[in-house]
């Protein structure tokens, strides 16, 4: 009776655990990507920055993270502009972030397709950007009228995130090291991202700055262990 209650015990404890997975609830991570501005100026042009972050999971498909940015943004002049307006942007920013991954809603273990894109994710949050403008054409064409704006400024501004990322096991099977993809719209509350704010209707200011932020990087998973009920 004895042996058979043990053994019924140590059955359950197995049916219990079945499927279970540890992940690690920390995660740095680093990498380099171009900027894209949509700001007043009509050109949308491309330059680079880099990029560090730190995340805490509160489950293999939830987390929440701080990210810096420390790059160029900028807008060259563009053919159709009559004012030839340009600017460079050596901008750094800070940003706090919630992603939500695929793998939360999904039923990927009997589906290659799906196991391959679960940690795919989306995300928002709130963060704050230093504009530093380091070129710009303040001066109209032919006159002594300077456009007005800011050299330097500091701007609330919101991301949104679209990413995913590819993990490499550890010896225990647990997610570890991982290639990161991520595209990044950030939306500025203000008008220092380019340096302009003209107001009058020839310039149309006064519509949002935004940023994209096109990165590719690498992550590391570390710290704690949590219990996740779903195989990883």
């Not at 560090?52 to 053919?79: N, V």
């Not at 307006?85 to 990927?108: E, M």
């Not at 919101?158 to 090291?177: A, E």
Request: charged residues 15%; glycine residues 10%; neutral net charge.
């Amino acid at each position: 009776m004895k042996t058979a209650l043990i053994s019924a015990l140590a059955l359950l404890l197995c049916l219990n655990t079945f499927g279970q997975s540890n992940y690690y609830r920390l995660s740095v991570g680093a990498g380099y990507g171009l900027t894209q501005s949509f700001t007043d100026i009509q050109s949308h042009d491309f330059e680079r920055a880099p990029y560090g972050t730190l995340d805490y999971f509160f489950t293999p498909f939830l987390s929440l993270g701080a990210e810096i940015q420390a790059g160029k943004i900028r807008a060259l002049k563009a053919p159709e502009d009559p004012y030839q307006r340009q600017f460079i942007n050596s901008y750094k920013a800070a940003t706090i972030s919630g992603k939500v991954y695929l793998g939360t809603f999904i039923d990927y273990d009997h589906s290659t397709f799906l196991n391959s894109i679960k940690w795919l994710y989306v995300g928002t949050g709130a963060g704050l950007v230093r504009n530093s403008i380091t070129k710009i054409t303040r001066i109209r064409n032919n006159s002594n009228v300077e456009f007005p704006g800011r050299n330097s400024s500091y701007e609330i501004m919101f991301p949104v995130n679209l990413g995913i990322n590819f993990y490499f096991p550890d010896q225990s099977g647990n997610p570890r090291f991982g290639i990161n993809l991520n595209l990044q719209s950030n939306t500025t509350l203000g008008e220092g991202l380019d340096g302009y704010d003209d107001s009058s209707e020839t310039f149309k200011a006064g519509f949002p700055d935004i940023y994209n932020y096109y990165s590719i990087g690498i992550r590391y998973h570390f710290g704690l262990l949590g219990i996740s009920k779903k195989s990883l």
